[in-house]
């Protein structure tokens, strides 16, 4: 079992930055891949960025590619996500998850079992 808390979250003008942090409890959480993902109001949750168990890979939606930046330190049980260059179709509430099933695409939201509250991200133009 793992818990996740998300913080970080605010109002930004374009071209901005913010950095979320998802602060775990539980001992399995190094085990897993971890992901953020985002929902913007009347729209399905999507995939923004996925660092491996390991920390070795990441991956990342093409909306956000060299913009974003995930990662994660295990000693602290923390993922971060570092957003710079932010546009106004970013604003969404971002939740932190972990993947508990190691096969498949870490974009698959369904092979996620655990999810944060979410933080609520606003991009102003």
Same mark, same amino acid.
């Given at each position: 079992?793992?818990?996740? /808390? =998300?913080?970080? &979250? &605010?109002?930004?003008? *374009?071209?901005g930055?913010l @950095?979320?942090? #998802?602060? *775990?409890?539980g001992?399995?959480?190094?085990? $897993?891949?971890?992901?953020?993902?985002?929902? *913007? +109001?009347?729209? =399905?949750?999507e995939?923004?960025?996925?660092?491996?168990?390991? &920390?070795?890979?990441?991956? !990342?939606a093409?909306?956000?590619?060299?913009?974003? %930046?995930?990662?994660?330190?295990?000693?602290?049980? /923390?993922? !971060?996500?570092?957003m710079?260059s932010?546009? +106004? =179709?970013? %604003? *969404? /509430? !971002? !939740? #932190?998850a972990?993947?508990? @099933? +190691?096969?498949?695409k870490?974009?698959?939201?369904?092979? $996620?079992?655990?999810?944060?509250?979410? %933080?609520?991200?606003?991009?102003?133009?």
């Open positions: 079992q793992v818990q996740l /808390v =998300e913080s970080g &979250g &605010g109002l930004v003008q *374009a071209g930055s @950095r979320l942090s #998802c602060a *775990a409890s001992r399995d959480f190094s085990r $897993y891949a971890m992901g953020w993902f985002r929902q *913007a +109001p009347g729209k =399905e949750r995939f923004v960025a996925a660092i491996a168990w390991n &920390g070795a890979t990441t991956a !990342y093409d909306s956000v590619k060299g913009r974003f %930046t995930m990662s994660r330190d295990d000693a602290k049980k /923390v993922v !971060y996500l570092q710079d932010l546009k +106004p =179709e970013d %604003t *969404a /509430v !971002y !939740y #932190c972990a993947k508990n @099933r +190691p096969l498949g870490v974009s698959d939201k369904k092979l $996620y079992g655990f999810w944060g509250q979410g %933080t609520q991200v606003s991009v102003s133009s």
